[in-house]
T-cell receptor
């Protein structure tokens, strides 16, 4: 079955700097890759997603890149702000199967 | 458009008891998935319901069971509770099964003593 790894487990950046979180997956048939942000005590919220027929997707300060050959995808946050501090989860899905989540990255944006 | 809701928000049970958690899907969504999120970990897939039928199951024992109703709301039942069942239980709804966006509810925090 699918296995998703995520690095780093914790990440601290200065406000205004960029943050990059990387995930790798094992099932080459996976074709949908969402990213979720979870603030303390709150529900995971979908922030961006990418499908396997696209290499990059951007939404304001957030972007996701996908390398199908290497089976990894990354979340890029530019111009980080204190409100970006949260735990970020990546996930992978193969059509007809279930979502498999990574273990999460705790991002701290320092003022 | 109404978002995903769950009840109750918190629950305390003792070992061996049974619990029922409830989820109302977002309007227009016919698929509900349940996840267990232990502290400091990512959500783990329990099972999915699509049009009132189980449509996939993760690596959870049979004492975890579920239902989906005609209005697409869903229940998660856990029998013979164990200490390790203490976790945040999340449901997520999507427009249909397959590789579609999932939207999470706020979760039910279950503590087993």
């Amino acid at each position: 079955g699918e296995n998703v790894e995520q690095h780093p487990s914790t990440l601290s950046v200065q406000e205004g700097d960029s943050a990059v979180i990387k995930c790798t997956y094992s099932d080459s048939a996976s074709n949908y890759f969402p990213w979720y942000k979870q603030e303390l005590g709150k529900r995971p919220q979908l922030i961006i997603d990418i499908r396997s027929n696209v290499g990059e997707k951007k939404d304001q300060r957030i972007a996701v890149t996908l390398n199908k050959t290497a089976k990894h995808f990354s979340l890029h946050i530019t111009e980080t702000q204190p409100e970006d501090s949260a735990v970020y989860f990546c996930a992978a899905l193969r059509y007809g199967q279930n979502f498999v989540f990574g273990p999460g990255t705790r991002l701290s944006v320092l003022p | 458009e109404t978002g995903v809701t769950q009840s109750p928000t918190h629950l305390i049970k003792t070992r061996g008891q049974q619990v029922t958690l409830r989820c109302s899907s977002q309007s227009g969504h016919n698929t509900v998935s349940w996840y267990q999120q232990a502290l400091g970990q990512g959500p783990q897939f329990i099972f999915q319901y699509y049009r009132e039928e189980e449509n996939g199951r993760g690596n959870f024992p049979p004492r975890f069971s579920g239902l989906q109703f005609p209005n697409y709301s869903s229940e998660l039942n856990v029998n013979a509770l164990e200490l390790d069942d203490s976790a945040l239980y999340l449901c997520a709804s999507s427009r249909t099964s397959g590789n579609n966006e999932q939207f999470f509810g706020p979760g039910t925090r279950l503590t087993v003593l």
